[in-house]
């Protein structure tokens, strides 16, 4: 009796340690940072799962494609507050998202926004998953999942709303940074 009561005892610790071991690695991921603004989609960016999955790391995975979150006060939010000035883009896409002349520090473990510097590249939609109502933040040209739109939480900024957005779904282009790569026009020779 007592021998079958450690057995379970035993599973049940090795499936808390797997849990844990899963949920671990997203705390290391770090925010993708380049010094050239990436090009920006025209259209809309549809890919299949075989080639986003190429194309991102299994967090981002985890988090754009299938609405998963980051966790909490992970190695990329602490980067995100120690970034300075530039501009956030779409991980999946490369659409402009946010400005760091919107960022602020709301201690809430996931990088804040009071605004979205390029609205038309960010859509907003109901979300009603785990019995709450919330705002969901979805990127307009890939259809990434950002993160949520938090209202009236009495923040002290200019806008009293806070983008509460995955680090890993961002791609941030410190100030200064290189011009948006522009494909030169096909040359047509004339003849
Ligand atoms: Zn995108």
Redesign the pocket.
């Known amino acids: 009796m007592r021998h079958s009561f450690l057995i379970t005892c035993g599973a049940v610790l090795a499936l808390m340690m797997v849990t844990v071991i899963a949920q671990d690695p997203g705390k290391k991921e770090t925010m993708k940072t380049q010094d050239t603004a990436p090009a920006q989609p025209e259209a809309k ?1 549809e890919k299949t799962e075989a080639e986003w999955k190429a194309q991102l790391t299994p967090e981002q995975y985890r988090v754009l494609r299938q609405a998963g979150t980051e966790p909490a006060h992970g190695e990329v939010y602490k980067r995100f507050k120690q970034q300075g000035g530039g501009t956030y883009y ?1 991980a ?2 490369g ?1 402009e998202l946010f400005s760091s002349q919107h960022k602020f520090d709301s201690h809430c473990g996931w990088p804040s926004f009071y605004d979205a510097s390029n609205n038309k590249n960010v859509i907003l939609r109901d979300d009603l998953s785990h019995g709450m109502i919330r705002t969901e933040v979805l ?1 307009a ?2 259809n ?1 999942h950002l993160g949520h739109l938090f209202k009236g939480e009495g923040f002290d900024t200019p806008k009293d709303q806070r983008y509460c957005i995955n680090g890993v779904t961002l791609l941030f282009v410190p100030e200064g940074g290189k011009k948006p790569e522009t494909k030169a026009p096909a040359a047509e020779e004339k003849k």
């Open positions: 960016v779409c999946g896409c659409a990127c040209k890939c990434g």
